[in-house]
């Protein structure tokens, strides 16, 4: 399958690239890569906003950001990577393509392309797009390196997630000798931030909450909190992590309040637990060990649910 999807990128005309919504660093890395590969023919569209603190990748400036799935032109194929289902690009009409290609690596994604490369197994989406670009035998530049290794850095948490091991250090290598520059991804990523952003944390860490034996803790922030510290939804990324860093804590969780109304939950488990199971039963997905929704309801509502859920699911419960 990865020998037709190389064919398909190379003899097609024109490629629009998607990444979900509240893209993270292996989805915009996996575009990026695509786009520096193949240049003028690629489109890379987000829908929302794109974070700032990937906009050191090369190419970034250059990604549409989009609020109505009306401003994206008809392309002969619609490449869609790291996203598991249609849901998380909002109203995503297949019909302005010829093919849909889906790359990805999450246990929950549900093969919505006409051609569905999915790898839970690996790391990141980047590593697939790496092997898929290396069969097109398009040259690996420094540029398409650097996008690559950012998705793989960050979908193993700077090498630090389960999903890390010998084939993770193997692909880094790879990449690095390609020349990309770990320290330098590494500075922009984790020591770039914005005042507002520890301001927002200075807040989200006062309503840390344990549940169920201390075994989950859960964070949140509110609207309120945003409009005090002047930060923005994409300043929370990795929040959740202050939860699941609590010892004895199984599963971290944090919430952020949505604008107008709703949810978003992130999900991390550090052992046995599934959190992929839960977010689906919440109708969101990811993998076992991070994932996440969105849930119409309020803050209190949302933490009772996933308690409840992951109290089942914590006692080996089969109703999730
Ligand atoms: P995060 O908590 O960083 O937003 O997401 C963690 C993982 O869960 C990612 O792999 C992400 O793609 C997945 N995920 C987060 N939110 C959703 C959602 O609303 N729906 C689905 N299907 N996956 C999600
Ligand atoms: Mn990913």
């Known amino acids: 399958m990865k020998e037709k999807v190389a064919k398909i990128l190379s003899d097609a005309e024109s490629i629009a690239c998607f990444m979900h919504k509240n893209p993270d660093g292996d989805a ?76 990805d690596h999450h246990e929950t994604n549900e093969y919505f392309g006409d051609y569905n490369i999915v790898e839970p197994e690996r790391a990141s989406t980047a590593e697939i797009v790496f092997d898929i670009l290396k069969l097109t035998k398009k040259p690996i530049t420094k540029d398409v390196a650097t996008c690559i290794f950012t998705g793989l850095y960050t979908d193993t948490g700077g090498f630090k997630y389960s999903s890390t091991n010998a084939e993770t250090f193997q ?34 860490l006062k309503t840390l909450r344990l549940f169920l034996n201390d075994k989950v803790a ?30 004895g804590v199984e599963v971290g969780v944090f919430l952020r309040e949505l604008e107008p109304e709703g949810v978003k939950v992130s999900f991390r488990s550090k052992n ?15 993998h076992d060990h991070a994932a996440g929704c969105e849930l119409n309801c309020s803050l209190e509502e949302a933490i009772d649910k996933i308690i409840n859920l992951l109290a089942q699911e914590m006692s080996g419960g089969q109703n999730v």
């Open 28 to 103: 915009i890395g996996s575009c990026l890569a695509i786009k520096n590969a193949f240049k003028e023919k690629v489109k890379v569209y987000c829908p929302g906003k794109l974070p700032e603190i990937f906009m050191f990748l090369p190419g970034a400036e250059e990604v549409v950001q989009f609020s109505s799935f009306s401003e994206v032109k008809p392309a002969q194929v619609f490449l869609v990577l790291d996203c598991s289902d249609e849901k998380r690009i909002p109203d995503f009409d297949r019909s302005k393509a010829e093919a849909v290609i889906v790359v």
């Open 171 to 204: 692909t880094a290598k790879e990449l690095v000798e390609l020349g990309a520059v770990p320290w330098k991804v590494a500075v922009e990523i984790y020591e770039s931030n914005p005042p507002r952003r520890i301001r927002l944390l200075a807040e989200c």
């Open 218 to 247: 859960v964070l949140y922030v509110t609207r309120e909190m945003y409009e005090r510290t002047g930060a923005l939804p994409e300043d929370t990324e990795d929040f959740v992590n202050y939860a699941r860093g609590i010892k």
């Open 272 to 286: 046995e637990v599934n959190v992929a199971k839960v977010a689906k039963a919440l109708g969101g997905g990811g």
